[in-house]
Nanobody, 119 residues
Framework: QVQLQESGPDLVKPSQTLSLTCTVS?????????WSWIRQPPGKGLEWMGA???????YYSPSLKSRTSISRDTTKNQFSLQLSSVTPEDTAVYYC?????WGAGHDYWGQGTQVTVSS
């Protein structure tokens, strides 16, 4: 079973860049899967932010594309998220997840990490 673990700071100041890393075990980000970042603001639903595929293609949510960057380090089996120019509205629980089939839902999820944007 694939395991994912998010890591990064839990507090970011407004206008700064939020950076998170997802470490994957029992699965390779370079051989299969569609590796996503998803967030859930307080009191709201899940929001897909973007994904990097096993072959390195990257897709972003149109609403966040101008501020989002996703990358990977295949030597460490990690993929990362950067969200620039954050505001308090970016406060959320951030998840990394993987889907075996594009568009079919995510099979495995990390536990999520709370990130608060506040001065």
């Amino acid at each position: 079973q694939v395991q994912l673990q998010e890591s990064g700071p839990d507090l970011v100041k407004p206008s700064q860049t939020l950076s998170l890393t997802c470490t994957v075990s029992s699965g390779s980000i370079a051989t299969s899967g569609y590796w996503s970042w998803i967030r859930q603001p307080p009191g709201k639903g899940l929001e897909w932010m973007g994904a990097i595929t096993y072959d390195g293609s990257i897709y972003y949510s149109p609403s966040l594309k101008s501020r989002t960057s996703i990358s990977r380090d295949t030597t460490k089996n990690q993929f990362s998220l950067q969200l620039s120019s954050v505001t308090p509205e970016d406060t959320a629980v951030y998840y990394c997840a993987v889907a075996s089939i594009w568009g079919a839902g995510h099979d495995y999820w990390g536990q999520g990490t709370q990130v608060t944007v506040s001065s």
